[in-house]
């Protein structure tokens, strides 16, 4: 079993910054790899960015550039910096463990990015 809790959501302004943080707890073994996705009103969730056990990482199109993921495996924790903030990027931000025949999600922090 493995825990998450999000943090760091809240409001900001256009063109602004957030950083958001995932700490694990449990059994956290071996290769894995940690996601962030986002789920705005009315609409799917969908992945945001991805980084491995070994530091690959993944983006979606729509925040390359602006949005870096990174984790610090001592700590079991990942992070999300957000910058130049677009109201498109309000939602509810997720984040999910992955590991060969198990998956974990966390209960979510709100992000909402004023006009």
């Known amino acids: 079993q493995v825990q998450l809790v999000e943090s760091g959501g809240g409001l900001v302004q256009a063109g602004g910054s957030l950083r958001l943080s995932c700490a694990a707890s449990?059994?956290?073994?071996?290769?894995?790899?940690m996601a962030w996705y986002r789920q705005a009103p009315g609409k799917q969730r969908e992945p945001v960015a991805s980084?491995?056990?070994?530091?690959?990482?993944t983006y979606a199109d729509s925040v390359k550039g602006r949005f870096t993921i990174s984790r610090d495996n001592a700590k079991n924790t990942m992070y999300l910096q957000m910058n130049s903030l677009k109201p498109e990027d309000t939602g509810v931000y997720y984040c999910?463990?992955?590991?060969?025949?198990?998956?974990?999600w966390g209960q979510g922090t709100q992000v909402t990015v004023s006009s």
């Open positions: 449990g059994s956290i073994f071996g290769f894995n790899t």
């Open positions: 999910k463990y992955l590991k060969t025949g198990f998956s974990s």
């Open positions: 980084i491995s056990s070994v530091g690959t990482t």
